[in-house]
Nanobody
Framework: VQVVESGGGLVQPGGSLRLSCAVSGFTFSRSTMSWYRQAPGKERELVAA????????NYADSVKRRFTITRDNAKTTVYLQMNSLRPEDTAMYYC?????????WGQGTQVTVSS
């Protein structure tokens, strides 16, 4: 199983970024995929999740109406579109899935929101 994030970077407050998470090695279309983030000195927190068929999503209250999680099952990729970014969104963002009682995390991609 491979989980590889990309798309992070430095952006000004109010800007946008789109993160991508490319996966392989399992039946992607059946798997719920999630984005987590961890800021320095803070615990890792769930940002957004999407079910295998993409019919259901959920978001942390802090990102609702600003972030959108989507997936392309043909490309085995999940995305996180982040708009209206704030300094408090600065964190390492991780892609995550759980398969057969095992947790799979990507290496993370850094998002920094600063002027």
């Amino acid at each position: 199983v491979q989980v590889v994030e990309s798309g992070g970077g430095l952006v000004q407050p109010g800007g946008s970024l789109r993160l991508s998470c490319a996966v392989s090695g399992f039946t992607f279309s059946r798997s719920t995929m999630s984005w987590y983030r961890q800021a320095p000195g803070k615990e890792r927190e769930l940002v957004a999740a999407i079910t295998g068929a993409g019919g259901r999503t959920n978001y942390a209250d802090s990102v609702k109406r600003r972030f959108t999680i989507t997936r392309d099952n043909a490309k085995t990729t999940v995305y996180l579109q982040m708009n209206s970014l704030r300094p408090e969104d600065t964190a390492m963002y991780y892609c995550y899935t759980r398969l057969a009682f095992l947790d799979y995390w990507g290496q993370g991609t850094q998002v920094t929101v600063s002027s």
